[in-house]
């Protein structure tokens, strides 16, 4: 269990780490010309070019912060816990590297996607701990629902950053209602990994509140959707190896819904009109809620 004070440290170094590095970031991707600019597409709505990047200060205040998590478990507990969170960890910075390649340099859809994938099932295979529990009782049905859940998600988070501050404000609203829902059950690796994730994503907001100075970039759009997928499904299987109701397994997973509603909203949009899903356009939730 962790405790208040352990749970406020956690939170505040992560988003000390974010507003301290952002700054640095902004003046290096400057330099580097890792740069979104309105010209770039007919769906940007910012008028003025604004610096990628804010997805590695959100990387880098996340994965410092985690450093911390041993200070509450004993070793063998630890262990217990970093085994499913290192190898979320991993494919997620796997997933960062490949969007901040998509922010630099720009990748097609397909060897894109085809990476998601891959690291999804890879994660899925392995690690049990991040499959759907509807269905742990049949891998067939688990593993490839359970990898359209995650894949869904991550470019979920990536469709929705489409204004400022709207993709990371909607994942903090989210890591906070997954955060306490595990902090309530009982399940200390999930509240950990959100309680790190809001302090980033809060450091990094303060930069990216209209009219932004940053962009977190698909690179930051990717990892946090591809953790915060991840953290709905371990604390779902956590509350399923505890043998509560199914509404409260299903809990965490309605915590996703504004996300996944543009995503399947956006997509029906676009294919009917004959467009690719993945082509930008201005049919999100929040064009026309706007």
């Given at each position: 269990m962790i405790s208040p004070l352990f749970a406020l440290a956690l939170f505040g170094v992560a988003l000390l780490l974010s507003l301290l590095a952002v700054p640095p970031v902004r003046r290096l991707v400057w330099r580097l010309?890792?740069?979104?600019?309105?010209?770039?597409?007919?769906?940007?709505?910012?008028?003025?070019s604004t610096p990628y990047g804010g997805g590695v200060a959100i990387w880098f205040a996340a994965l410092i912060s985690l450093l911390f998590y041993p200070l509450y478990a004993d070793i063998e507990a630890w262990t217990a816990l970093f085994s499913p969170l290192f190898t979320l960890l991993t494919c997620a910075t796997l997933l960062f590297l490949t969007g901040l390649i998509d922010d630099w340099r720009g990748l097609q859809p397909l060897p894109r996607f085809s990476i998601q994938v891959l690291t999804t099932f890879f994660l899925v295979g392995i690690c049990p701990e991040f499959r759907l529990s509807l269905f742990s009782t049949a891998p067939i049905l688990s593993l490839p629902l359970t990898a359209l859940w995650i894949v869904a998600l991550t470019n979920a988070f990536n469709f929705l950053d489409n204004m400022d501050g709207l993709s990371a404000g909607i994942a903090a609203a989210v890591l906070i209602a997954l955060g306490g829902m595990a902090l309530l059950c009982g399940q200390p690796t999930c509240a950990g990994l959100c309680l790190v994730l809001l302090g980033a994503i809060v450091g990094f907001l303060c930069y990216n509140f209209p009219?932004?100075?940053?962009?977190?970039?698909?690179?930051?759009?990717?990892?946090?959707?591809?953790?915060?997928?991840?953290?709905?499904?371990?604390?779902?299987?956590?509350?399923a190896n505890t043998h509560a109701p199914l509404s409260h397994q299903f809990a965490p997973l309605l915590a996703l819904t504004v996300p996944l509603y543009d995503l399947l909203g956006v997509s029906v949009i676009r294919l009917k009109n004959?467009?690719?899903?993945?082509?930008?356009?201005?049919n999100h939730i929040s064009h026309r809620l706007t």
């Amino acid at each position: 269990m962790i405790s208040p004070l352990f749970a406020l440290a956690l939170f505040g170094v992560a988003l000390l780490l974010s507003l301290l590095a952002v700054p640095p970031v902004r003046r290096l991707v400057w330099r580097l010309d890792l740069v979104d600019r309105p010209r770039d597409g007919a769906h940007k709505s910012h008028v003025r070019s604004t610096p990628y990047g804010g997805g590695v200060a959100i990387w880098f205040a996340a994965l410092i912060s985690l450093l911390f998590y041993p200070l509450y478990a004993d070793i063998e507990a630890w262990t217990a816990l970093f085994s499913p969170l290192f190898t979320l960890l991993t494919c997620a910075t796997l997933l960062f590297l490949t969007g901040l390649i998509d922010d630099w340099r720009g990748l097609q859809p397909l060897p894109r996607f085809s990476i998601q994938v891959l690291t999804t099932f890879f994660l899925v295979g392995i690690c049990p701990e991040f499959r759907l529990s509807l269905f742990s009782t049949a891998p067939i049905l688990s593993l490839p629902l359970t990898a359209l859940w995650i894949v869904a998600l991550t470019n979920a988070f990536n469709f929705l950053d489409n204004m400022d501050g709207l993709s990371a404000g909607i994942a903090a609203a989210v890591l906070i209602a997954l955060g306490g829902m595990a902090l309530l059950c009982g399940q200390p690796t999930c509240a950990g990994l959100c309680l790190v994730l809001l302090g980033a994503i809060v450091g990094f907001l303060c930069y990216n509140f209209p009219p932004a100075s940053i962009f977190m970039g698909d690179a930051g759009a990717f990892f946090l959707g591809f953790l915060v997928s991840g953290a709905s499904l371990l604390l779902s299987n956590h509350l399923a190896n505890t043998h509560a109701p199914l509404s409260h397994q299903f809990a965490p997973l309605l915590a996703l819904t504004v996300p996944l509603y543009d995503l399947l909203g956006v997509s029906v949009i676009r294919l009917k009109n004959g467009i690719p899903p993945w082509i930008g356009d201005k049919n999100h939730i929040s064009h026309r809620l706007t």
